[in-house]
């Protein structure tokens, strides 16, 4: 079974920084891209960056600049590092990988149970 952890939410005051991490542990074969994703009440979920196997990144344009996001292929972890903090950020924030699995080998998408971040003084 693979679950994704993540940790780091909490309140913080606008301008100010929180470093979100996801673990992802289990039977896992290969991990491709890993993300975060947001959703805040009353609106869809929405990508908020993504990075490759590689290292290769990708950000929404509301969050270029202020976060960015790094990979530990050893310790199977992502992390988002998030800077400039503004009251619209205030969402749940997920985890998502797409993980090949081992014993059976099956690709899937996996998510975490989601971390509260609130902006607000």
């Known amino acids: 079974q693979v679950q994704l952890v993540e940790s780091g939410g909490g309140l913080v005051q606008p301008g100010g920084s929180l470093r979100l991490s996801c673990a992802a542990s289990g039977s896992i074969f290969s991990i491709n891209a890993m993300g975060w994703y947001r959703q805040a009440p009353g609106k869809q979920r929405e990508l908020v960056a993504t990075i490759t196997g590689g290292g290769s990144t990708n950000y929404a344009d509301s969050v270029k600049g202020r976060f960015t996001i790094s990979r530990d292929n050893a310790k199977n972890t992502i992390y988002l590092q998030m800077n400039s903090l503004k009251p619209e950020d205030t969402a749940v924030y997920y985890c998502?990988?797409?993980?090949?699995?081992?014993?059976?080998?099956?690709?899937?998408?996996?998510w975490g149970q989601g971390t509260q971040v609130t902006v607000s003084s």
């Open positions: 998502n990988a797409d993980i090949v699995s081992a014993y059976p080998f099956k690709k899937n998408s996996y």
